[in-house]
């Protein structure tokens, strides 16, 4: 079994720790990525779209005037700033009347700062240590993709290998996922080809599907919008962080196009299974075309240039 899967050239999470995570992530740059805030801050800076910051609470006193802060709010997301694997997030929507709801049930207001204390506390901080509870626009699902998405908005992860895009995946809220695009949770992971921006293939949890279970839509051969804007996006916001293996995950909202959710330097493998092809092929050949690593690559091709190297190479290992 395990030769079967190097032939298919599947990377395993020794060897994407070993050959990639840590030999070309600098460490001491890991708080750039592993910190909503200081991703939003660099992207800002960069002109990259990002959610609009609503509110933040570093304190707990903080966190008891969030209800009061966005008692006008139509809707928003509460999520910690340090958090990991969709852990902690609330999407919750106003009801008009200065109270809150979260799915189809009203969040009391001791709730709400219950859940933004648990954030501060560290609760769902990578480490555990104190985090800041933020207070996000809500992003809206792009008219295109609302038919495969259960009461939940869909994103899109882009692998980066050294400034070049070599994989992508959409996830998919499911009804069994509570809205959530959180594959762990039931979502559903759809492989995407880098060169035309339609899906391969899809999986829930290891199991490969066609339709989505909620609505019967065809997961096969979907359109993403915006598609070669996502793989730009991707990069520049790579580039920023000066990190040579990252996930990027974004959603196409639907007034303001891709936009920047967070960086992650320890991206999952499942989206190998979603596009039912190795990342192996596709990272060699990232290392044949640009040399060694501390090569002068980055500044001599723009980035129009490396995301057409990613589909050039994306297209190879898929034939």
Not at 15 to 29: E, K, P, Q, S
Not at 114 to 128: C, D, N, P, V
Not at 213 to 223: K, R, T
């Amino acid at each position: 079994m395990l030769s079967g899967l190097r032939r298919r050239g599947v990377l395993g999470i020794n060897r994407r720790n070993a050959r990639y995570t840590l030999a070309v992530n600098d460490r001491a740059r890991f708080p750039l990525v592993d910190d909503k805030l200081e991703t939003k801050r660099l992207c800002i800076e960069a002109e990259i779209p990002v959610p609009r910051l609503l509110a933040e609470a570093r304190l707990h006193v903080e966190a008891r005037g969030l209800p009061g802060a966005l008692r006008n709010v139509e809707s928003f997301v509460l999520k910690p700033a340090r958090g990991a694997m969709g852990n902690g997030i609330l999407v919750i929507r106003g009801d008009g009347k200065g109270g809150f709801i979260r799915g189809d049930r009203p969040l009391p207001v001791e709730d709400l700062v219950y859940h933004a204390s648990g954030i501060i506390s560290g609760l769902y901080s990578l480490a555990g240590h104190q985090d800041i509870a933020l207070v996000e626009e809500c992003l809206q699902t792009h008219l295109l993709l609302v038919p495969l998405s259960a009461g939940g908005v869909p994103d899109v992860r882009v692998i980066v290998y050294r400034g070049i895009p070599v994989m992508a995946m959409t996830r998919l809220p499911t009804e069994r996922s509570g809205g959530r695009a959180n594959l762990h949770q039931g979502a559903i992971g759809a492989g995407i080809d880098l060169a035309s921006g339609r899906t391969l293939f899809a999986v829930n949890k290891t199991r490969p599907i066609v339709r989505h279970p909620d609505s019967d839509q065809s997961l096969i051969d979907v359109p993403i919008p915006e598609f070669e804007r996502v793989l730009e996006i991707a990069v520049r916001a790579t580039d920023c962080t000066g990190l040579g293996y990252i996930g990027a995950d974004m959603v196409v909202d639907a007034v303001r196009g891709p936009v920047i959710l967070e960086l992650n330097a320890r991206p999952g493998l499942a989206i190998q299974l979603a596009n039912r092809a190795g990342l192996r092929p596709r990272l060699d050949a990232v290392d044949r075309a640009l040399g060694a690593p501390d090569s002068d690559w980055q500044r001599a091709l723009s980035v129009a240039e490396r995301v057409a190297m990613g589909q050039a190479f994306s297209s190879r290992s898929s034939a």
